[in-house]
């Protein structure tokens, strides 16, 4: 069973002092700095493990996007009374504020399809779809190939306004069991 670390990636204990563990101090320098160039976290991870520089010096254990998020966001990395400083508070916020502005662009969502988002789900393999940056939905599904075309908002929005409009002019489709019918632009 893997052990998680006691002490942040980048320090070591000896005699026991905390002190900069210079491998590591590499690696947090190397993070901070390809993520402020553009690289994706997944990105760092993979260059990390090609260069051999093992998360936990006591296990085989394999670099992934949660383990560079988890340093980009340590403000240990800042010093503190324990801990030796590692990034400057210049680069630590500039980064944090990267990665801020990133999660919010990604998860914009407009207001009128918030409540819809979790309802929509694909024809073929019936997961959800997921709406990207540039306002298409696509079925993310590992094994399903269904889009031939991509859903955008406004194809969204009419396949809901029309299945409304159907529900008033006949209330009575409301009536007995419901029945889910798939939308075909």
């Known amino acids: 069973m893997a052990k998680n670390r006691r002490i942040p990636f980048g320090y070591q204990m000896i005699n026991g002092e905390i002190t900069t563990h210079p491998r590591e101090v590499y690696a947090v320098s190397k993070i901070f700095a390809e993520y402020l160039k553009g690289r994706s976290?997944?990105?760092?991870?993979?260059?990390?493990?090609?260069e051999g520089i093992p998360?936990?010096?006591?296990?085989?254990?394999?670099?992934?996007?949660?383990?560079?998020?988890?340093?980009?966001?340590?403000e240990k990395y800042l010093g503190t009374e324990v801990y030796p400083q590692i990034i400057s508070p210049d680069i630590f916020h500039r980064a944090?504020?990267?990665?801020l502005k990133k999660a919010t662009n990604i998860c914009i969502v407009p207001d009128e399809l918030k409540e819809i988002r979790n309802m929509t789900i694909c024809a073929e393999c019936r997961k959800r779809l997921f709406r990207n940056q540039n306002g298409t939905w696509t079925c993310k599904s590992y094994h399903c190939g269904a889009f031939e075309f991509k859903a955008t908002d406004q194809m969204i929005l009419s396949a809901v306004l029309?299945?409304?409009?159907?529900?008033?002019?006949?209330?009575s489709l409301l009536d007995g069991e419901i029945k889910m019918r798939v939308y075909t632009p």
């Open 162 to 171: 029309n299945m409304l409009n159907s529900a008033i002019a006949n209330p």
């Open 55 to 74: 998360y936990h010096p006591c296990e085989d254990s394999t670099w992934n996007k949660n383990m560079i998020k988890r340093i980009l966001e340590n």
């Open 41 to 50: 976290m997944l990105d760092i991870s993979k260059d990390l493990q090609a």
């Open 96 to 99: 944090n504020n990267k990665k």
